[in-house]
C-alpha cells in the first residue's frame, strides 16, 4: 500500500484572488471572477466575458518580483507555488528526495501570439525573448529553479484534465516511495490560440456560465494556477506539519470516443470516479462532496452527470461546480479545484454554484447553490475531464478518521 | 518485478519503419536538418483516416501499431507519450490563420488536433483502451517521465501491457526559429562526431516517433529488460554520477558493457557529458547516437530502440567504429541523455 500522502500546504490564484483568502472570500460573497476581458488582447472583448486574474503582467511581476517580459504562464505559476512552498525552506525540503511536477495545456503561448505576428511576415523578425517560453517544460524550468527545488522534474499535458494528473502522479511517486515532497499542480494563462479554438467549436457562452443547468449555453474562459505540497508521512512528521487532508485515492481513464466529446453515458468519467472510488476503499456515501468538472458545455456537463448518476443513485452528496466563479482554466482547473477541495475538508466549506436553477435534462443533481460554512466535509470527490478523453478523478479525505 | 521489451516500432531519419537493422542499416547522417524516412501509410491506415491526421499522428499510430503487433497485443491496458513539442503542424496552422485573418473565420480541425495529448488518445481510440492516458511535455525528459511513469503502472500491478512512445516532429517554423536561436550548426559539416576533434557551436535537428510495448510478462519476442530509469534536474554533474553509481550498484552491474550517449555534436553540451563520463570512468565503453537520430526533444527513445536491438541482435551497427573500443559482449547498456546541463536522464536495459 505505501506510505499515506498528505496535502500540507496549498497556493492558488485565479480570477477570483491572488491568494486563498480572496478566494474564499468571493465564494462567501457570491462575486463571481467572471467579466469584460480587460488583460487579453483579443477582437472578442466585448463578444465572450472570460474569467482573467485580476492583474496586469506587469502588476504580476511586481507582486512577484519577477520580469515582466516573461510569459503570463510563468508569472501566474510562480505566484501559486511560491505560496504553496512558503512555510518551507527548499534547501531542506532539498535534503529529502523532492520532486516539482506541473501541467499546462498551451504554455508560453500567450507570448508566442505576439511574435508570430512579426514572424509570419517575416521569417527573420519577431523577438526572440517571445518565443523562447512557448513549450510547457519552459514554465516548470523556471518556477522550479527560482523556488530553489531540485530532483525531480516533469511537466504534464492532458488538456482540461492535466493538473490533476500532477497531482495524480506526485502521489504515486511518494506512494511507491520515489519521492518524499512533490509539489505539484498546473497553470494556463488565456491566450486568443484557446479562445478561438473554443469558439470555433461553438462552446463558448456569451454570457455568465450556468454549469449543471438546463439553461447552460457553454463556458467561460479562464486563468489561473495551483499548487499543492504534497509529503510522505515521514517528510510530514519532520517538518511538523499539520496536513489539510489526505490523498485518498485517484484514477485515471480514457473515454475513448471522440477527440473533443464525452460519450453519452459518460463512460470515461464514469471509470476515473469509479476506479478512484475504490482505491479509496470508501462507499459512495461516504462522499460528503463531489467538486465536478461542470464546465457548462452542453456536452460535459450531461456525460459528467450521467456517470454521477451512474455511480452516486439514488442518494447524492453535495455536489456543484465552482467554474461559474474562475472559469475553466484548462489545464489549471484540476489542481484549483484540489485546492479548494483540500480547503473544504480543512475549514468544513462546500462552495455555491450559484447560476443554478434547473437541473440538466434528463438528470437529477441539484448543486448546492448557497456557501456552506461549518459543515462536516470528510471526503471530497474532484472530477477533471478534457480533450482527447483524458479523465482523472481525485478523492480528499480528512487525515486520521 | 521487471519490465521487459516484448514490442517496438520506430520511425525515424533512418529505414526503421521495416523492422530493420543493424547491419548495414544505420547511416551517419550528414544534413543540418533530418527528417523521418517515413512508411507508405496506406500499408498500415484505413485511407479515409489517413487525411483526417496530421504527419505526427500518422507516424504515432504506425510506430504504435507496429510495436503493439510486435507484441502480440490487441489492445495496451494504458497509453503513454512523451513529447516535447507536441503537435507542432497543427499548432501552426491554428496559429497562423488567428494572425492572418486576425481572430476571424477560423475553423476547428487544427485546434482540436494541437493540443499535446492529441496523439495518445488518438492511439486510445484506434486501440479503443479505456486505461490510463497521459502525455509528458517536459523537453529532454519527456520521454523519461513516460517510461518512468509505465514502469510505475506496472510496479503497481495497474496495467500490465503498457504502450510507451517517444515522438516529435520537425516543422518549418520551429526549425527557423531555433536556427535564429543558434541551436544549429551553420553549415553541414556533420556528421557530428564523438571526438575532440571539430566540434563546433549548435547540433543537428531530427525528429521521431517511437514506440515500445512494455509488460512484466516476458514474452518469446523479448528485446530488452528495462533495469532502471532515472532523471535528476537542477543538480550538478557530480550529484549525477553519485545516482549512476548507487543505480548500477543496485542492479549488481560494476560497469555497463556499453554507453550510448546523447552527444549531440554542440562543444559546450558535449563538454558536460565529457565531464560526466570521465568522473564515471566510462570513456572508453561509450558511443554517441544522435548521429543516427539527430537531436530532438525525445531522441532517447530512439537510443532507447538502438540499445534494445543490439541486445536482441546480439551485434553491434556496422557503422559503428569499434576500432577504438575494447567491447566485450554486450549484456548491459546505459543510455544517457541531458539537456543544457539542467536535465540529466539515465536508462539503463540489459539483455533478456
Redesign the interface.
Do not use: W
Given at each position: 500500500m505505501g506510505t499515506s500522502v498528505y496535502v500540507v500546504n496549498v497556493g492558488i490564484i485565479s480570477a477570483i484572488g491572488n491568494n486563498l483568502r480572496e478566494t474564499l472570500k468571493s465564494f462567501e460573497l457570491h462575486q463571481s471572477g467572471v467579466a469584460e476581458a480587460r488583460f487579453l488582447t483579443?477582437?472578442?472583448h466585448q463578444e465572450f466575458p472570460l474569467a482573467e486574474v485580476k492583474l496586469s503582467n506587469y502588476e504580476l511581476a511586481q507582486l512577484t518580483g519577477l520580469d515582466r517580459r516573461l510569459s503570463r504562464t510563468i508569472l501566474l505559476s510562480y505566484h501559486a507555488a511560491q505560496q504553496a512552498i512558503a512555510p518551507f525552506n527548499s534547501a531542506e525540503l532539498n535534503q529529502m528526495k523532492t520532486g516539482f511536477i506541473s501541467a499546462?495545456?498551451v504554455?508560453g503561448?500567450d507570448k508566442?501570439?505576439f511574435f508570430?505576428?512579426d514572424?509570419?511576415n517575416d521569417?527573420?523578425s519577431g523577438d526572440?525573448h517571445d518565443?523562447?517560453h512557448h513549450?510547457?517544460?519552459?514554465a516548470?524550468?523556471y518556477v522550479?529553479?527560482k523556488l530553489g527545488?531540485?530532483?525531480?522534474?516533469?511537466?504534464?499535458?492532458?488538456?482540461c484534465s492535466s493538473s490533476a494528473?500532477a497531482i495524480m502522479?506526485g502521489s504515486?511517486?511518494i506512494k511507491?516511495g520515489?519521492l518524499d515532497v512533490v509539489v505539484a499542480g498546473g497553470v494556463d494563462a488565456l491566450t486568443?490560440?484557446t479562445l478561438?479554438?473554443f469558439?470555433?467549436?461553438m462552446i463558448v457562452d456569451r454570457k455568465q456560465c450556468r454549469p449543471l443547468d438546463s439553461s447552460r449555453e457553454g463556458l467561460n474562459l479562464g486563468e489561473g494556477a495551483a499548487y499543492v505540497v504534497l509529503m510522505s508521512e515521514a517528510a510530514s512528521k519532520k517538518f511538523n506539519t499539520s496536513p489539510l487532508c489526505e490523498v485518498a485515492g485517484y484514477c485515471?481513464?480514457?473515454?475513448?470516443?471522440?477527440?473533443?466529446a464525452l460519450s453519452d453515458e459518460g463512460?470515461?468519467p464514469f471509470?476515473a470516479m469509479q476506479g478512484a472510488l475504490k482505491m479509496s476503499g470508501l462507499r459512495t456515501s461516504d462522499i460528503s462532496y463531489i467538486n465536478m468538472h461542470g464546465t457548462g458545455t452542453q456536452n460535459n456537463d450531461s456525460a459528467e452527470g450521467r456517470a454521477v448518476e451512474r455511480i452516486f443513485h439514488p442518494s447524492y452528496p453535495k455536489l456543484g461546480s465552482t467554474k461559474s466563479f474562475t472559469g475553466h482554466t484548462l489545464g489549471a482547473s484540476g489542481s484549483i479545484e484540489a485546492v479548494l477541495s483540500a480547503v473544504a475538508i480543512q475549514k468544513g466549506l462546500i462552495y455555491p454554484n450559484f447560476s443554478f436553477t434547473d437541473p440538466v435534462n434528463g438528470l437529477h443533481l441539484y448543486p448546492e447553490i448557497k456557501y456552506l460554512e461549518n459543515v462536516e466535509v470528510t471526503n471530497v470527490l474532484s472530477n477533471s475531464f478534457?480533450?482527447?478523453?483524458?479523465c482523472t478523478s481525485l478523492i480528499f479525505s480528512k487525515p486520521d478518521q | 518485478m521487471k519490465i521487459y521489451i516484448n514490442g517496438m516500432g520506430a520511425i525515424s531519419p533512418q529505414h526503421t519503419h521495416n523492422g530493420v537493422v543493424l547491419k548495414d542499416g544505420l547511416q551517419q547522417l550528414a544534413q543540418i536538418r533530418n527528417d523521418c524516412v517515413e512508411p507508405e501509410y496506406g500499408n498500415y491506415i484505413d485511407p479515409k483516416q489517413i487525411r483526417r491526421m496530421s504527419r505526427i499522428v500518422r507516424m504515432s499510430v504506425v510506430a504504435s501499431k507496429q510495436a503493439q503487433q510486435d507484441a502480440g497485443i490487441e489492445t495496451p491496458d494504458a497509453?503513454i507519450v512523451g513529447t516535447?513539442?507536441?503537435c507542432l503542424e497543427d499548432t501552426y496552422s491554428?496559429?497562423?490563420k488567428?494572425?492572418?485573418f486576425?481572430?476571424?473565420m477560423?475553423?476547428?480541425t487544427a485546434?482540436?488536433?494541437?493540443?499535446?495529448?492529441?496523439i495518445?488518445?488518438?492511439i486510445?481510440?484506434l486501440f479503443?483502451?479505456?486505461?490510463?492516458?497521459?502525455?509528458?511535455?517536459?523537453?529532454n525528459?519527456?520521454f523519461e517521465?513516460a517510461l518512468l511513469?509505465g514502469q510505475?503502472l506496472i510496479?503497481?500491478g495497474t496495467a500490465n501491457q503498457v504502450l510507451v512512445g517517444g515522438v516529435d516532429e520537425i516543422i518549418d517554423?520551429q526549425f527557423?526559429?531555433l536556427n535564429?536561436?543558434g541551436s544549429y550548426k551553420k553549415e553541414n559539416k556533420s556528421p557530428i562526431s564523438v571526438s575532440n576533434t571539430g566540434r563546433s557551436k549548435g547540433t543537428i535537428a531530427g525528429e521521431g516517433s517511437i514506440f515500445f510495448s512494455l509488460s512484466s510478462t516476458k514474452k518469446e519476442n523479448c528485446y530488452a529488460e528495462i533495469k532502471s530509469i532515472k532523471?535528476?534536474?537542477?543538480?550538478d554533474v557530480s550529484e549525477f554520477s553519485k545516482m549512476t553509481q548507487d543505480m548500477l550498484h543496485s542492479n549488481n552491474i560494476p560497469k555497463p558493457d556499453l554507453v550510448l550517449a546523447g552527444y549531440n555534436g554542440d562543444v559546450a553540451e558535449d563538454a558536460i557529458i565529457d565531464e560526466y563520463l570521465k568522473s564515471m570512468d566510462l570513456k572508453n565503453v561509450t558511443m554517441a547516437f544522435k548521429n543516427y537520430c539527430g537531436e530532438y526533444g525525445t531522441a532517447s527513445a530512439f537510443a532507447l530502440w538502438l540499445a534494445s536491438s543490439i541486445l536482441k541482435e546480439e551485434k553491434m551497427p556496422e557503422v559503428f567504429n569499434l576500432d577504438a573500443m575494447n567491447l566485450g559482449k554486450i549484456k548491459n547498456i546505459l543510455i544517457y541523455n541531458h539537456l543544457g546541463n539542467?536535465?540529466h536522464s539515465l536508462i539503463l536495459v540489459s539483455a533478456c
Open positions: 483579443t477582437r472578442h499546462s495545456s504554455g503561448m508566442t501570439e508570430f505576428e514572424f509570419l521569417p527573420e526572440l518565443v523562447m513549450d510547457c517544460g519552459k516548470t524550468d522550479c529553479e527545488l531540485k530532483g525531480f522534474v516533469t511537466t504534464i499535458s492532458t488538456a494528473n502522479l504515486r511517486m511507491s520515489q486568443r490560440f478561438n479554438g469558439n470555433t467549436l485515471n481513464a480514457n473515454d475513448s470516443h471522440h477527440q473533443t463512460n470515461g471509470l478534457g480533450f482527447g478523453g483524458n | 497509453i516535447a513539442f507536441g491554428f496559429l497562423s488567428l494572425v492572418q486576425k481572430e476571424d477560423l475553423s476547428p485546434f482540436i488536433h494541437s493540443t499535446h495529448n492529441t495518445a488518445s488518438q486510445a481510440l479503443q483502451c479505456r486505461g490510463y492516458n497521459s502525455t509528458y511535455v517536459h523537453k525528459i519527456s517521465s511513469d510505475l510496479h503497481e517554423a527557423s526559429i535564429r536561436m532523471t535528476l534536474s537542477f543538480s539542467v536535465h
